[in-house]
C-alpha cells in the first residue's frame, strides 16, 4: 500500500493542466482525464510484453472516463513522485491502489473505491513469517514510501527486526527475496498473490500482515467539481455491478466490499 510521505518539489511544477478549481467543463472540453499510474504494481497497474500500461486500475480508469465524457490518458510515474506530481498539475487524479490515509486527506480529496490488505511473502522451505512477532531477527523488504514501509517501522517497536530494506519498486522487492538479500516481504494482497502465481517454486504467503484498509482516487482538493462528478460515476459503477466485472476479471472473485 503505497506512499505516505509527501514530497511537494517544485520539479513537479512545470507541465501543468490548463484548468484549475474543479473546472469539469473544462476537463471535458480537453477530452482527456490524465491518470498518474505507478507501473511496477501488477495486476494493479503494469505493463505488458508490449509495453501497454494495463491492470486493474487502468481497467477502472477507462471506463470512469468513459462515462465522464472523455478518453483516459495514462502517465507513467515513479511512486516516491507521484503525490507531488499531482499538487503539481501534471495530470487529474491518481488511481494507483493508494492507501487514503490521514495524513493524505490533508493535501488532496479521495473518492474510496476498494480496501486491501497486506501479507508476508517469504520463500519456499524457509521459516515461514505468519504473524509480527515472527519478524524477529529477520530482513524485510518493503517498498519505499508506502504504507507497508510505515508499517514495518511500527513493527520495530514490539520486535526486534534485523534490517528493513527499502526499495523504489515493488518488483525490487521480490528480487531481494529470491538473492536472499531480505527474508520476508510484506505488499499488498494482490500484488503478492500476482507474484507469487509467477513463481510459486520461489515465493509463498505466509500470513496477513495488516487487515484491509481503503484505497481511492485521489483528487486536487481545487478541483471540487471534478472530485463530485468521480463520486457520482464510481457509484454508479458499483451499482449496475460494472465494477465488479472489472474486479472479478483481475482478481477471479468478486469484491468483499
Known sequence: MKHILICLCSLFLTSQLTFAKGDLAALQKRGVLKVAVDTTYPPMEY??????????????????????????EFVVMPWDG?????????????????????????????????????IFISRQKDEPVKTVKDLAGKV?????????????????????????????????????????????????????????????????????????????????KSDSEVYAEISKVMAAMKKDGSFNTIYKKWFGTEPKN
Open 140 to 220: 524485510v523488504a518493503v517498498q519505499r514510501d508506502t504504507t507497508s514501509s510505515e508499517a514495518v517501522d511500527g513493527f520495530k517497536k514490539d520486535v526486534k527486526i534485523k534490517d528493513i530494506k527499502t526499495f523504489v519498486a515493488a518488483t525490487d522487492t521480490f528480487s531481494a527475496l529470491k538473492s536472499r538479500q531480505a527474508d520476508v516481504i510484506v505488499i499488498d494482497e494482490p500484488v503478492g498473490n500476482y507474484y507469487v502465481a509467477l513463481d510459486s517454486k520461489t515465493f509463498v504467503v505466509t500470513g496477513q500482515a495488516i487487515a484491509p484498509e481503503p484505497i481511492g482516487i485521489a483528487i486536487r
Open 82 to 118: 507521484i503525490l507531488a506530481g499531482l499538487t503539481g498539475k501534471r495530470y487529474d487524479v491518481i488511481i494507483s491502489s493508494m492507501n487514503i490515509t490521514q495524513d493524505r486527506l490533508k493535501v488532496v480529496n479521495f473518492v474510496e473505491y476498494a480496501k486491501m490488505g497486506q
Open 47 to 72: 505493463e505488458d510484453e508490449n509495453g501497454k500500461t494495463i491492470g486493474f486500475d487502468v481497467d477502472m480508469a477507462t471506463e470512469l472516463a468513459k462515462r465522464m465524457g472523455v478518453k483516459a
